[in-house]
């Protein structure tokens, strides 16, 4: 297969990191790629970066997205030639194989391809010991999804542009921000059960602390999620709210200081049979609430 794949790059005064992402693209062992960097109008030297490289395959386009990421990935895919998209964030980068390895997943009949990922810390510049956590998907996968949680990281990402034109693209929802890229494999995983997982790290993720980590953000994030998402498939089965989802929201709630519901969460959660490492985390903020108080 000598699919095109068109990687699209949203990005945002990252110059100084979307330099290894176009070197780590430039060092595929696949070859037929175009890249559409998605600039929403950066202040640094984004744009002088991208015309130092001489590759035609390398593209730019400028866009006012008014904080929604989404809306530039969208545009990236409007433009794309490809029948392949591929999504890589401006500060991620590939290892030499992953397009060689993803393109030949998805030639095996699978709609979305996706992997594992290596942890690196940007304050410590090094690559932790531990890796994203992505996990193969059992059908159904939008039961798997909501049930265990997001697994499927957004650089690590191949997926068939028509499945995305499908869905109408990623939601570019105010209150999705840094929860589209879920939303998204939610959404694509009721029109498609062929998701395929590669058991290997094929890139870094640059764990930055900003943006999804912000607690009021994630409020929001979770309360749409659970909307769209959530409550309609609990109380379509008539279960309980899953339990990482539960400790998402008690976390939360405990970061931006709304005490009382977390306690109320905290208590739900000890009551259920946890795994060891989470009732520790649980018990522990549980204790932080009490002492506080």
């Known amino acids: ?33 175009e890249v559409i960097v998605v600039d929403n109008h950066s202040l640094d030297d984004t744009e002088e970066i991208v015309s130092s490289f001489s590759d035609t395959r390398i593209k730019i386009i400028k866009v006012h997205n008014n904080g929604i990421i989404a809306f530039s990935r969208n545009a990236g895919v409007k433009v794309s030639k490809g029948r392949i998209i591929a999504f890589l ?8 194989q992953k397009l060689e ?51 499927i990281p957004n650089s690590s990402v191949l997926v068939r542009k028509c499945l995305l034109e499908e869905i109408n693209g990623l939601s570019e929802d105010k209150e999705l921000v840094a929860a589209e890229d879920f939303d998204c494999w ?16 094929l ?6 602390g900003n943006n999804s980590s912000n607690p009021m ?10 909307e769209l998402h959530f409550i309609p498939f609990i109380n379509e089965r008539r279960i309980e709210m899953p ?14 200081g709304q005490k009382a519901k977390a ?21 522990w903020l549980y204790f932080c609430l009490v002492v506080a108080e």
């Open 89 to 96: 964030d401006s500060d991620d980068w590939w290892t030499p």
């Open 186 to 201: 939610l959404r694509l995983s009721i029109i498609t059960e062929k998701f395929g997982f590669i058991p290997q790290s």
């Open 101 to 151: 390895l993803s393109v030949n997943k998805i030639d095996q009949g699978y709609d979305i391809v996706y992997h594992d990922l290596w942890l690196v810390d940007i304050t410590k510049k090094i690559r932790l010991p531990k890796r994203v956590g992505a996990r193969k998907l059992f059908p159904p996968i939008y039961d798997d999804l909501i049930m265990k949680g997001n697994a």
């Open 217 to 226: 953000k994630k409020s929001k994030n979770l309360k749409k999620l659970c």
């Open 1 to 33: 297969m000598n699919e095109l794949v068109s990687i699209v790059i949203p990005t945002y005064n990252h110059g100084r990191y979307l330099v290894r992402a176009l070197h780590s693209i430039l060092g595929q062992t696949y070859t037929n790629w």
């Open 243 to 256: 339990t990482y989802m539960l400790y998402m929201k008690a976390r939360t709630y405990y970061q931006i």
């Open 263 to 283: 306690k109320k969460i905290f208590k739900i959660l000890l009551n259920r049979l946890l795994p060891c490492n989470l009732r520790l985390k649980v018990l």
């Open 203 to 208: 890139g870094y993720y640059l764990h930055s």
